[in-house]
Structure formats: structure tokens, C-alpha cells
């Protein structure tokens, strides 16, 4: 089962950062914080993880609380194009797991 | 660069049919993986490679599935005698590290119908 809560959907005028939050209340000291996404038709797209600090990179931050039982991925100037299901996955980075454990994500959409 | 490659993009086989999916993931990648994808949902892990060896198959539903990459390289993923709940999208993707210590690239996946 995935260990991780999102909201099932979410919508973002175009231009403006979108916030996508995820709650991971059981992650252990191990486990990473892992965003994937997946546009329609295609297979899903890395973004970003963590551990504990923030990230960045080219297309998104990546927010960790403290406590780490949460997280947000922001994408600050949201286009259309943007348009997918969102997931957030704990997950340990290495070691005997070698697996991802999707949910169902969240749905971003992206309006004009 | 090319991306992961998967054969066919849409394959519809009627019950009790034997179904070959390929995959080419991108080249000198070390880990290869299966999901299936059920309409609305997330993918369900189904097996992972390092290389030739198939290190995890937990996923796999059923002995009626199978999976090889026989080269470290190409990979196929077997089903036979299908059955109308095999119906889903098959993914596959490729990392350049073992495990997850890299991103893992997916390709578009193969559409399969079981009439």
C-alpha cells in the first residue's frame, strides 16, 4: 500500500505556482521523499526527491517540513503543459527495496 | 538522446492468447523495471532487473506472467493464456544505477486489450 496522502485533484491558474502537498506521517529516518508525474497517454516523468533539506532543480522545488511527515512540491510558474497526475512515493534509496509504490496521485489541472 | 523504447504500442490479444511486450531501455542502463497500470489508477510495481539478473518478481500476479532480460539489455515481459483482467497499460522503465539511486526514465508503455 502506498504510505503516502495526496488530494485527488487540484487546479492551478496558468502562470501562477502551484502547491501540491503530501503527507508521509509513517516515513522512516531511511526514506527518501520521491515526485513523479504523469501526463496523459505517456509514461511517468521524475521531477525531484529529498531526504530532509529543500530541493531544487529546473522544474520544481521540493519542500520538506521538519518532522518530515510532510511535504509540498511547488512548481512556480505553472503552464498547461503542467496538465498531469502528480504522485508523491517514500521510499528507501537503496538497499533490498527496489521498488516504487505509486498511489493514485493528484490530478493537477492547469487552467488558462 | 532516445528515451525507453516499448513494442507494441497497443497490442489486443483475445482470451487464452499468448502476448510478447518488449522493451529497450536507454543504453548502458544498469536496472530495468515492469509496472502495470490498471484505467485510473497508479502503476503497480510488477518486477525489477539489475543488469541480466531478475533481483525482485513479487509483483508479477501470476505463474502466468514472465519476465527476461536475458542480455542485460532488451527486455520482454511474457503473459500467456491471457485473461480479460490482464487489460491495463504495461510500463517499463530503466535507471542508470542500481536500485533507485537514479531517476527512473519510463517509456510510454504497451496498451493491452483482452477481448
Known amino acids: 500500500d502506498a504510505k503516502t496522502t495526496q488530494p485527488p485533484s487540484m487546479d492551478c491558474a496558468e502562470g501562477r505556482a502551484a502547491n501540491l502537498p503530501c503527507n508521509h506521517s509513517?516515513?522512516?529516518?531511511?526514506?527518501?521523499v520521491y515526485w513523479y508525474r504523469q501526463i496523459h497517454s505517456q509514461g511517468p516523468q521524475y521531477i525531484i526527491h529529498?531526504?530532509?533539506n529543500n530541493e531544487t532543480n529546473e522544474m520544481a522545488s521540493l519542500i520538506i517540513t521538519e518532522d518530515r511527515k510532510s511535504s509540498t512540491l511547488i512548481l512556480p510558474h505553472a503552464t498547461l503543459r503542467d496538465t498531469a497526475v502528480y504522485y508523491c512515493?517514500?521510499?528507501?534509496?537503496?538497499?533490498?527495496?527496489?521498488?516504487?509504490?505509486f498511489g493514485t496521485g493528484t490530478l493537477l489541472a492547469v487552467q488558462p | 538522446g532516445a528515451g525507453v523504447s516499448q513494442s507494441p504500442r497497443y497490442k489486443v490479444a483475445k482470451r487464452g492468447q499468448d502476448v510478447a511486450l518488449r522493451c529497450d531501455p536507454i543504453?548502458?542502463?544498469?536496472?530495468l523495471f515492469w509496472y502495470q497500470q490498471a484505467l485510473g489508477q497508479g502503476p503497480e510495481f510488477l518486477t525489477y532487473?539489475?543488469?541480466?539478473?531478475?533481483?525482485?518478481k513479487s509483483g508479477l500476479p501470476s505463474d502466468r506472467f514472465f519476465a527476461e532480460r536475458p542480455e542485460g539489455s532488451v527486455s520482454t515481459l511474457k503473459i500467456q493464456r491471457t485473461q480479460q483482467e490482464d487489460s491495463a497499460v504495461y510500463l517499463c522503465?530503466?535507471?542508470?544505477?542500481?536500485?533507485?539511486?537514479?531517476?527512473?526514465?519510463f517509456g510510454n508503455g504497451t496498451r493491452l486489450t483482452v477481448t
Open positions: 512515493i517514500v521510499s528507501i534509496y537503496g538497499g533490498a527495496t527496489n521498488k516504487l509504490i
Open positions: 522503465a530503466s535507471s542508470l544505477a542500481p536500485g533507485l539511486t537514479s531517476p527512473l526514465h
Open positions: 529529498g531526504l530532509k
Open positions: 532487473f539489475q543488469n541480466e539478473a531478475q533481483l525482485d
Open positions: 509513517t516515513i522512516s529516518g531511511n526514506e527518501y
Open positions: 543504453s548502458g542502463h544498469v536496472s
